[in-house]
T-cell receptor, first 112, second 113 residues
Framework: GQQVMQIPQYQHVQEGEDFTTYCNSSTTLSNIQWYKQRPGGHPVFLIQLVKSGEVKKQKRLTFQFGEAKKNSSLHITATQTTDVGTYFCAGRSGGSNYKLTFGKGTLLTVNP | NAGVMQNPRHLVRRRGQEARLRCSPMKGHSHVYWYRQLPEEGLKFMVYLQKENIIDESGMPKERFSAEFPKEGPSILRIQQVVRGDSAAYFC???????????FGPGTRLLVL
């Protein structure tokens, strides 16, 4: 079945440093979504990418979808302590318009 | 507009007991999804339901687990004869017809002693 791998598993940065998490799928995706989960919280939808090579920005967050629609990345510029949490990617394959396959997530901690 | 609601937020059960987890989707949402999250893991799809219909239960264990979304009332995820390995966070998500974005509830943390 479809697998979504995410690296790194953990990332600790100093406040102000940049952060990137990478997501790779074993199959071509129809779209990919990114979620953020604070410790003890629930996943909160951040964004969806649909087009090959798509790049979207939300303030300090930049999301990319690979040309082959099999990989994606999330980059945070100048991290803040409020960025702490686990960032998950979740992909949809062409055969389903609802089933999301989640990566294991990257836990980001930020040292003030 | 209230978000997705789940209760209880925390549930403790002894082995062999039953666990009932409830999910009320956002107003206007008719699609409900259940996911399970083990510690330091991603979310694993369990089941997708629409009102009175199970659309896809391919992620549900074959035994002890069942789900329903009745015409009236919340969606229920039922785990019979719980075992320690059932301890996890169970998240419900909902979406409206025609939209792919899923909105997650706060989850139910199940602990089996």
């Amino acid at each position: 079945g479809q697998q979504v791998m995410q690296i790194p598993q953990y990332q600790h940065v100093q406040e102000g440093e940049d952060f990137t998490t990478y997501c790779n799928s074993s199959t071509t995706l129809s779209n990919i979504q990114w979620y953020k989960q604070r410790p003890g919280g629930h996943p909160v939808f951040l964004i969806q990418l649909v087009k090959s090579g798509e790049v979207k920005k939300q303030k300090r967050l930049t999301f990319q979808f690979g040309e082959a629609k099999k990989n994606s990345s999330l980059h945070i510029t100048a991290t803040q302590t409020t960025d702490v949490g686990t960032y998950f990617c979740a992909g949809r394959s062409g055969g389903s318009n609802y089933k999301l396959t989640f990566g294991k997530g990257t836990l980001l901690t930020v040292n003030p | 507009n209230a978000g997705v609601m789940q209760n209880p937020r925390h549930l403790v059960r002894r082995r062999g007991q039953e666990a009932r987890l409830r999910c009320s989707p956002m107003k206007g949402h008719s699609h409900v999804y259940w996911y399970r999250q083990l510690p330091e893991e991603g979310l694993k799809f369990m089941v997708y339901l629409q009102k009175e219909n199970i659309i896809d239960e391919s992620g549900m264990p074959k035994e002890r687990f069942s789900a329903e979304f009745p015409k009236e009332g919340p969606s229920i995820l039922r785990i019979q004869q719980v075992v320690r390995g059932d301890s996890a966070a169970y998240f419900c998500a909902s979406s409206p017809i025609g939209q792919e974005t899923q909105y997650f509830g706060p989850g139910t943390r199940l602990l089996v002693l």
